[in-house]
C-alpha cells in the first residue's frame, strides 16, 4: 500500500516551507530514521526523517521548490514488491498541484498559493495616499519587505547597521535579515552574543556616537531584559541632554503571541513601550506599511521602536514598486470606510477586525476599520473624526486588557467626542492572564473575530 | 589601596614638565573647590535632589584626561562633576545644571547626575548604576566602525563592576577588540557596602582575565600612576588590540550622597586617608620639594580657582530658572543633534 509523505510542520507558526533538498531518490529503500530530505522554514533548515520504512516511490515536488504547504504530498512510499508509479506520471488525484520550482535569484515572485489568508481589504485612502496610485504592485511578504527596507536603507547611508542575535550568518532567526550579511559584510551585520541588556546598552552608545543601530531582539520578550537601555538610556537622552544628544536608533524584532510558546514567548509590548516619552512606536500590519514604516523609522533621529509579529511575517501583501517608499508616523489608515461602528485596531489585531468587517457587513452592519500603524505618535485626529461620524468605538489589540491601548483611546474619545458618543467604547483585548501553552486555552486567551462581532453588536444594540 | 600589591606607584611614574604637575594641580584643585562649593550651595537649598561629590578622588580623572586626546570620548555615572571640569567643561555651567538653571549644560533639565557635553566629548552623567558601561562600549564601537584610531574612556565604580551587563560588555567588547578603557575607580564603597561585603573576588581588573581582557590596579591617589597607567592602556587600544581595564585605587572622603550619614566607616579610617594619602597634597609637594613651584605660586593657582569657583557658584544663582515652556522641549529631535 502507498503511503503519501507529507510536507512537515518544523516550527509552531509554519505554514510553507521549502524543499531544499532530496537525500534520497526514487527506487531507494528507506528505513524508519532515514533523514529522506532538507526541508527551510521561515526560521532554519531542518533534515526530516522518514517515519515509515519502505521505498520511495516517487517524488512529487522537485528540490528547490518554495511556498510548499504544510501536510501537502511530497513523496509516495511504497511497500516491497508493489509497482513504482511510472516517472511522469501525475499523482493519484488527492494530490494538490506542485508548485513550479523558482529560481533562487534575486526579484523573484513570491509563489503565493491559491490557500493562502483570505486577500486583505483594499485600503481606502484617507487624506493623501502614500504612494502614486497607479504604482506598480508587487506581492510581497512582511518579511520580505522588512528586508528590502533595511537593505535599501544600509545602501543610502553608511551609518546605518543590523545588530542582534543571529541576524548573520545564520540570516536571522526568523529570516528577517537573510541576504544582509552577503550584501553588506561582518562590518555592518553583526552577530551578538545572548545579551540583550548588553548589547541594547552598546547600540545606545553607538547612536551617541552618530550611528544609526538597527537593533534586533529576536522576539520583544527577550527585550525585557533591555528595557533599561531602552527607556533610561534611549528614550531620555535627549531630555536629560537639554537636547545635546539623543539615540537615533530603531529596536525592532517579532512582538506579541506567536503559536503555541507558552507565557514567556508571547507577549505584546505595545501598551508599555507607548507610555513611555521619547520613543515612537510602530506596530505595523501590512507588508507596504512594514517597508515603508521601517525606512522612516531608520531615518528617524529619535529611539523607534519597532513592533513585528511573527505569525504576519510570512503573510503577503501588495507592495509598490516605488523608488523610495516611506510612510510618515502619526498617520493612520483607514482600510475600509463606514457609518456604523469605527473600529481601531493595528499590527496582528488588524486580522480579527478586517474578518470581522466582513462578516459585520454581510449582517448590515458597515464598519469603518482604522489601522493606526504608529501608537507614538498616535493620529487621534483619524480616530476621533471616525467617531464622529459613527458615534460607536470597538478597539482591538492582543495585549492584556489592564492599562492597554484600548483603555488609553477609549479615555481619549470620552474627553474629545463624549457627546458623539452613543455607547460605551468597548476593547476587545487579549485575557488577564499570562499566556497558557494548551491550544483550546490559548486560542481563549487571545481576542477573536466572534468577540469583535459581539462588541459591534452591543454598541451598536442591533 | 597602597598596600595592594599589584597597585602601581612611584616606580611607573612617567617624566613630566614642572608645567604639566602644576596643571595637573590646578586641575585636581578645581574640582575639589568646585565639589566644597556644591556641597555649600545643597547645604543652602540652592542644589536639590540627589548630587555626589567628587572629592578624594580627582586624580583619578586628572590623570587620564592627561592621557586623552582631542577626540577621545568619556562617559559616566552620576558621580560625574569631576570628569566634567576635567575634560575642560565650563564650571559655570556644571555649577548652573546642579542648581537647575537656564545656564545648566542641560538647561535646567538634567540635573547634578546628567549632563552632557557634545563639544567636550562627554557623554553622561548616567544614572543608573552600569549603564554607562555598554553605552561606553558602543561608543568606542562607533569610532572603530567609522575607521578612526579614538578611544573611549568608560567609568564605573566598585559598586557597578558587580552589575551583570558589565560581564556582559567585556565579553563584546573583546570579542570585536573595542577601543574601550574601563576605568573601574574603586572607591571601597558602593554607597554604604565596602567591596568585601559585595564580593569575594575583590581584585576587580582580574575578572577581566576571563574574557582575556588586559588590565591592571593603579594607585588613584597618584596622578603620575594614573596618567602612566593611562598611557599605556590608550596606546593599546590605539593600537587595535581591544580593551584594556583599569582598576584605579581611590578613595571618597564625603559620603556617597549628601544624605549619607556614613556610619558604615570610622571617621579615623577617612581622616587617615586625609592626612596621608591625598593626592593633591601630594603633588603640593612634589612641586615644592623639588622646586618647581614656590608657596607664592602655588597661593597664586589657589586664588586663581576660588575666583572661578566663586564665579561659577554666582552664575548658578544669577542664571534664572528654565522658561516654563522648556518642560515641553527636547522629548522628540527633528534632526539627531550629534549628526548637526
Known amino acids: 500500500m502507498a503511503t503519501e509523505i507529507l510536507m512537515p510542520a518544523l516550527s509552531p507558526t509554519m505554514e510553507e516551507g521549502t524543499l531544499a533538498k532530496w537525500l534520497v531518490k526514487e527506487g531507494d529503500t528507506v528505513s524508519a530514521g532515514d533523514i529522506l530530505a532538507e526541508i527551510e522554514t521561515d526560521k532554519a533548515t531542518m533534515e526530516f526523517e522518514a517515519v515509515d520504512e519502505g521505498i520511495m516511490g516517487k517524488i512529487l515536488i522537485a528540490e528547490g521548490t518554495e511556498g510548499v504547504k504544510v501536510n501537502s504530498p511530497i513523496a509516495i512510499l511504497v511497500e516491497e514488491g508493489e509497482d513504482v508509479p511510472e ?8 494530490t494538490a498541484p506542485a508548485p513550479v520550482a523558482l529560481e533562487t535569484s534575486e526579484g523573484k515572485a513570491d509563489p ?11 485600503a481606502k485612502s484617507n487624506a493623501s495616499p502614500d504612494w502614486p496610485e497607479d504604482a506598480e504592485m508587487v506581492k510581497t511578504t512582511v518579511r520580505e ?9 544600509m545602501r543610502r547611508d553608511d551609518s546605518v547597521f543590523v545588530m542582534g542575535e543571529e541576524v548573520a550568518e545564520y540570516q536571522g532567526a526568523y529570516k528577517v535579515t537573510q541576504g544582509l550579511l552577503d550584501e553588506f559584510g561582518a562590518r555592518r551585520v553583526i552577530d551578538t552574543p545572548i545579551t540583550e541588556h548588553g548589547f541594547a546598552g552598546l547600540g545606545v552608545g553607538a547612536a551617541f556616537g552618530g550611528l544609526r543601530p538597527i537593533v534586533e531582539f529576536m522576539t520583544f520578550n527577550f527585550a525585557m531584559q533591555a528595557m533599561d537601555q531602552i527607556v533610561n538610556s534611549a528614550a531620555k537622552t535627549l531630555y536629560m541632554s537639554g537636547g545635546q544628544m539623543g539615540a537615533p536608533m530603531v529596536f525592532r524584532g517579532p512582538n506579541g503571541a506567536a503559536a503555541r510558546v507558552g507565557a514567556q514567548h508571547s507577549q505584546d509590548y505595545a501598551a508599555w513601550y507607548s ?20 525606512k522612516t523609522a531608520i531615518r528617524d533621529p529619535n529611539p523607534v521602536i519597532f513592533l513585528e509579529n511573527e505569525i504576519l511575517y510570512g503573510r503577503s501583501f501588495e507592495v509598490p514598486k516605488v523608488d523610495d517608499l516611506t510612510i510618515p508616523f502619526g498617520k493612520a489608515r483607514i482600510w475600509r470606510e463606514g457609518t456604523d461602528v469605527t473600529l481601531v485596531s493595528c499590527g496582528i489585531g488588524m486580522t480579527y477586525t478586517l474578518e ?5 457587513a454581510k449582517d448590515g452592519i458597515e464598519a469603518e476599520v482604522i489601522d493606526l500603524r504608529t501608537l507614538r505618535p498616535l493620529d487621534y485626529d483619524t480616530v476621533i473624526a471616525s467617531v464622529q461620524k459613527t458615534n460607536r468605538c470597538v478597539t482591538v489589540e492582543e495585549g492584556f486588557p489592564v492599562c492597554s491601548i484600548g483603555n488609553h483611546l477609549s479615555a481619549y474619545i470620552m474627553t474629545h467626542a463624549f457627546d458623539y458618543l452613543d455607547a460605551p467604547v468597548l476593547n476587545c483585548t487579549g485575557k488577564d492572564v499570562p499566556m497558557p501553552y494548551a491550544a483550546n486555552l490559548e486560542k481563549l486567551a487571545l481576542t477573536s473575530v466572534k468577540e469583535v462581532i459581539e462588541a459591534v453588536h452591543a454598541v451598536t444594540y442591533r | 589601596m597602597a598596600t595592594r600589591k599589584t597597585a602601581s606607584r612611584a616606580s611607573a611614574k612617567p617624566n613630566v614638565s614642572a608645567d604639566e604637575l602644576k596643571a595637573y594641580y590646578r586641575d585636581m584643585l578645581l574640582i575639589r573647590r568646585f565639589e566644597e562649593k556644591a556641597g555649600q550651595l545643597y547645604g543652602m537649598g540652592l542644589i536639590g535632589g540627589f548630587c555626589h561629590l567628587y572629592i578624594g578622588q580627582e586624580a583619578v580623572v586628572v590623570g587620564l584626561e592627561a592621557a586623552a586626546e582631542e577626540g577621545d570620548k568619556r562617559v559616566t555615572s552620576y558621580r560625574d562633576h569631576g570628569h566634567m571640569l576635567a575634560c575642560g567643561m565650563d564650571p559655570k555651567g556644571v555649577m548652573a545644571e546642579l542648581t537647575g538653571r537656564e545656564g545648566g549644560y542641560s538647561k535646567g533639565k538634567g540635573g547634578s547626575m546628567h549632563m552632557f557635553s557634545k563639544e567636550k566629548h562627554f557623554y553622561g552623567g548616567h544614572g543608573i548604576v552600569a549603564a554607562q558601561v555598554p553605552i561606553g562600549a558602543g561608543l568606542a564601537f562607533s569610532d572603530m566602525y567609522k575607521g578612526n584610531d579614538r578611544v573611549t574612556f568608560t567609568y564605573f565604580g566598585d559598586g557597578a563592576a558587580n552589575q551583570g551587563q558589565v560581564a556582559e560588555t567585556y565579553n563584546m567588547a573583546e570579542l570585536w577588540a573595542l577601543p574601550c578603557i574601563f576605568v573601574i575607580e574603586n572607591n571601597q564603597y558602593a554607597m554604604g557596602t565596602s567591596v568585601k561585603r559585595a564580593t569575594k573576588s575583590p581584585d576587580f581588573w582580574e575578572r577581566g582575565a576571563a574574557y582575556g581582557i588586559a588590565g591592571e590596579a ?16 590608550v596606546a593599546h587600544c590605539r593600537a587595535g588590540k581591544g580593551p584594556y581595564i583599569l582598576e584605579v585605587m581611590t578613595y571618597r572622603y564625603r559620603g556617597h550622597s549628601m544624605s549619607d550619614p556614613a556610619k558604615y566607616r570610622t571617621r579615623e579610617e577617612v581622616q587617615e586617608m586625609r592626612e596621608k594619602r591625598d593626592a593633591i597634597e601630594h603633588v603640593r609637594q612634589l612641586l615644592l620639594t623639588g622646586g618647581h613651584a614656590s608657596d607664592e ?4 593657582i589657589d586664588k586663581e580657582i576660588k575666583d572661578i569657583v566663586n564665579e561659577a557658584a554666582e552664575f548658578s544663582k544669577e542664571s534664572p530658572e528654565p522658561a516654563l515652556e522648556e518642560l515641553w522641549t527636547d522629548i522628540y529631535a527633528d534632526v539627531a543633534p550629534q549628526d548637526a
Open chain 1, 87 to 94: 516517472a511522469g506520471a501525475e499523482g493519484n488525484g488527492e
Open chain 1, 112 to 122: 503565493a498559493p491559491a490557500t493562502a489568508q483570505p486577500a486583505p481589504a483594499t
Open chain 1, 145 to 153: 519587505a522588512l528586508r528590502d527596507a533595511m537593505a535599501e536603507e
Open chain 1, 275 to 294: 507610555s513611555i516619552p521619547g520613543l515612537k512606536v510602530v506596530q505595523p500590519y501590512s507588508a507596504a506599511d512594514a517597508k515603508g514604516l521601517l
Open chain 1, 356 to 360: 470581522a468587517a466582513e462578516q459585520l
Open chain 2, 218 to 233: 593603579v594607585d588613584g591617589m597618584d596622578v603620575l600612576a594614573v596618567k602612566a597607567a593611562g598611557e599605556k592602556a
Open chain 2, 297 to 300: 605660586d602655588l597661593k597664586k
